[in-house]
C-alpha cells in the first residue's frame, strides 16, 4: 500500500510527466473556481445587508465537506470546489461593483497585481526542492494576528490601519502561495482538488487585499 505526503493510503507523490499533468490539474481547477467567483460576484452585485455574510457561510460548510469526502468522491469534491468559488464571488458582488462603479481602474489593477504575485511566488515555490511546510504554522499564527487587529480596526479608528492590513495580509497569502506551490511538487494525485482550494483561497485573498490598498489610497 503506498502513501501519500500526509499518510494518506492510496496515494503517492508524482514525477516527471505525472507531476506536470498533476500540476495542470490543480491550475485547471484553480482556473474554473476563479471563473466560478467572478460569475457569483456578477449574481451578487446587488445583495444588501448581512445577505453577504450567508454565502460566505455556505463556502465555508462547502469547504469543509470537500477535504471530508475528497477521498471517496473526488467528483463530488470538484463540485464542492466550484461551489466554493461561486459562494465567495456571490459574497464580495457588492464590494467589486461599488469599486468598478467608482474606481474600475482599482479593480484592474488589484487584478493584474494578484495575478503577478501568484505567478512569482508560486514560480519560486514550485521550483523550491526543500520543503516549506514548515512554514504554514508561522502563517497560521501570523493570520491569527492579522485577524485579532482586523478587529481592532473595527472596535477603533487608527489612521493608516487600513494599509497596514492589506499590506500585512498581502505579505500572509504570498507566503500561503510560496508553501500551496511547494507543497504541489510534493502532491500525490488524490490531492489535487484541497490544493486547488489552497490556491484558490490564496487567489481570493490576495486580490481583495489587493483591491483594499489600491482602494484605500485613492
Known amino acids: 500500500m503506498s502513501y501519500d505526503v500526509q499518510g494518506i493510503p492510496g496515494a503517492r507523490p508524482v514525477e516527471g510527466a ?11 481547477l484553480v482556473a474554473v473556481t476563479c471563473g466560478f467567483a467572478a460569475l457569483g460576484a456578477y449574481a451578487g452585485r446587488d445583495l444588501d445587508g448581512l445577505t453577504w455574510f450567508l ?5 465555508l460548510v462547502c469547504l469543509i465537506a470537500l477535504n471530508v469526502v475528497n477521498q471517496r ?3 463530488l469534491a ?4 466550484f461551489a466554493v468559488g461561486f459562494l465567495l464571488g456571490l459574497s464580495i458582488g457588492t464590494t467589486v461593483m461599488y469599486y468598478a462603479d467608482t474606481q474600475p481602474d482599482v479593480v484592474w ?14 514560480a519560486w515555490g514550485y521550483a523550491t526542492r526543500r520543503d516549506l511546510s514548515y512554514l504554514y504554522r508561522v502563517l497560521f499564527f501570523a493570520l491569527i494576528g492579522l485577524i ?15 494599509t497596514i492590513y492589506a499590506l500585512a495580509g498581502i505579505a500572509i497569502f ?3 502561495t510560496l508553501v500551496d506551490f511547494n507543497r504541489l511538487r ?11 482550494a489552497g490556491i484558490f483561497l490564496d487567489v481570493f485573498n490576495l486580490f481583495l487585499l489587493f483591491l483594499q490598498l489600491f482602494g484605500s489610497n485613492r
Not at 489593477?109 to 508560486?122: K, S
Not at 485579532?148 to 487600513?162: H, R
Open 55 to 59: 454565502p460566505w457561510i455556505g463556502a
Open 174 to 176: 504570498a507566503g500561503y
Open 73 to 75: 468522491s473526488p467528483s
Open 109 to 122: 489593477q488589484a487584478a493584474g497585481a494578484t495575478g503577478l504575485t501568484v505567478a512569482g511566488m508560486g
Open 18 to 28: 505525472e507531476a506536470r499533468a498533476l500540476f495542470g490539474r490543480v491550475m485547471g
Open 186 to 196: 510534493r502532491a500525490g494525485r488524490s490531492e489535487a482538488v484541497p490544493l486547488a
Open 78 to 81: 470538484t463540485l464542492l470546489l
Open 148 to 162: 485579532v487587529f482586523g478587529l481592532v480596526i473595527v472596535l477603533f479608528n487608527i489612521d493608516g490601519a487600513q
